[in-house]
């Protein structure tokens, strides 16, 4: 199908028309049609941003695929972003959250796609910050799973409004919580595999303790919760939870201040991939103001380095 060129044409033909648009941003991120798309998607942002993070094996798309279910009982349309990590060797990756996550492939509000990390470490590809802009647009709930790699997958708070971090009872991750600045990144935790009974309240227990150790989020109360996802226990007071946070980040523009931080750290780690660290002290301080495209504002930058 032809490329669609507007955010209303994205809207309009559905699931393959945001699968064109998608394609387009990661073959070609700096045509003047797709800088367009993006910064008229970044100005009607509509979307809740959760983002999934933890370690491998924790349940991260089990989970997944049953707050997508409770979502859309509830009338939400959910885009999903899935990255998988990939190959050293040839860079490429299997993808294979799209076959975890259980969904209705017939169910025109959920949309999933997938990203290969390629040499990113902190869990997000290169390109998730475009696509959840756009997919933000058009989505009620957007999902951002990044690849599990423990320690150091921070990235995910650049692109998520709401940062869930999953914890799996008995495998001594309430140590690895503590480590590494992992601590600093959650609005909600959520352990697993809550149907294990005493393992995992022992598992809460333990990273409750750790989060003694760590500093709030202005005002807002970082709670641990056990979830069952294969069962359905404490999913729906997950979600009651994610929309309270969202409520919070309304609150004196929090919501508003925290992705204005985001689009300019994303302009920041752009120009560096482009330009190192010479082109970016020559760019000078990165400052945007609301509503101003970060897209738009890098490709100005860029064309005045190298002019």
Not at 80 to 103: E, H, K
């Amino acid at each position: 199908m032809q490329t669609p060129s507007s955010l209303a044409a994205v809207k309009d033909g559905g699931k393959p028309a945001l699968a064109a648009a998608l394609a387009r941003i990661e073959r070609a991120p700096d045509d003047e049609a797709t800088i367009a798309l993006l910064s008229e998607a970044y100005t009607a942002p509509r979307a809740h941003v959760l983002g999934i993070t933890g370690p491998p094996g924790v349940g991260k798309s089990t989970l997944l695929s049953a707050l997508i279910k409770a979502w859309r009982a509830r009338g939400k349309s959910v885009g999903v972003i899935a990255v998988d990590p990939s190959s050293r060797r040839t860079g490429g990756a299997l993808l294979g959250d799209r076959t975890r996550i259980v969904t209705d492939p017939d169910d025109s509000k959920v949309f999933i796609r997938s990203m290969a990390a390629r040499d990113r470490l902190g869990g997000l590809a290169e390109l998730t910050f475009p696509a959840t802009v756009l997919m933000r647009a058009l989505f009620d709930i957007v999902i951002v799973e990044t690849v599990g790699v423990g320690q150091s997958e921070t990235d995910v708070v650049a692109v998520a409004d709401t940062v869930l971090f999953c914890v799996q009872p008995g495998a001594g991750d309430s140590l690895q919580f503590m480590k590494a600045g992992i601590a600093e990144i959650p609005h909600l935790i959520a352990v697993t595999k809550a149907d294990l009974g005493t393992p995992a309240e022992r598992a809460r227990a333990d990273v409750e303790g750790a989060l003694s150790l760590a500093e709030g989020d202005g005002g807002w109360q970082l709670d641990v919760l056990l979830v069952s996802a294969a069962g359905g226990a404490g999913v729906e007071t997950l979600i009651d939870k994610i929309e309270a946070h969202r409520i919070h980040l309304a609150n004196e523009s929090r919501g508003e201040i925290q992705r204005l931080r985001q689009a300019e750290t994303w302009i920041e780690d752009w120009l560096r991939a482009q330009f190192g660290r010479q082109g970016l002290t020559r760019a000078g301080q990165i400052a945007l103001k609301p509503r101003q495209s970060p897209f738009a504002s890098a490709a100005e930058i860029a064309q005045r380095l190298r002019g």
